[in-house]
Nanobody
Framework: DVQLQASGGGLVQAGGSLRLSCAAS????????IGWFRQVPGKEREGVSC????????YYEDSVKGRFTISSDNAKNTVYLQMNSLKSEDTAVYFC??????????????????WGQGTLVTVSS
């Protein structure tokens, strides 16, 4: 079975930092794009950041560029999302995801095959 184990959420003040981790098992790690989507009540899930461990390609949603950094540790089958300069609008449930590598649909909701459990990030202003 494919498992995406997310951790690292919590409560932080605006301007602070958190690091999310996603440990993947049961899949060929380097064949997938691993990433993070987030959701707030009443809104659709949106892609925040994704990475391909095979070629290092990355995606960042515009609002997180320059603040968030995604990285991959292939030896541990783990992807990290370092979130700095957090804002109240980053408050959401964050989900670890895995999907096939389509260059024209990199980090898009339609191509996600697997979802991990959510981890709540709360940024207080």
């Amino acid at each position: 079975d494919v498992q995406l184990q997310a951790s690292g959420g919590g409560l932080v003040q605006a301007g602070g930092s958190l690091r999310l981790s996603c440990a993947a098992s049961g899949l060929a790690f380097e064949e997938y794009v691993i990433g993070w989507f987030r959701q707030v009540p009443g809104k659709e899930r949106e892609g925040v950041s994704c990475i391909s461990s095979s070629d290092g390609a990355t995606y960042y949603e515009d609002s997180v560029k320059g603040r968030f950094t995604i990285s991959s540790d292939n030896a541990k089958n783990t992807v990290y999302l370092q979130m700095n300069s957090l804002k109240s609008e980053d408050t959401a449930v964050y989900f670890c995801t895995a999907g096939p590598y389509y260059s024209h649909q990199f980090c898009e909701l339609d191509v996600i095959d697997y979802w991990g459990q959510g981890t709540l990030v709360t940024v207080s202003s």
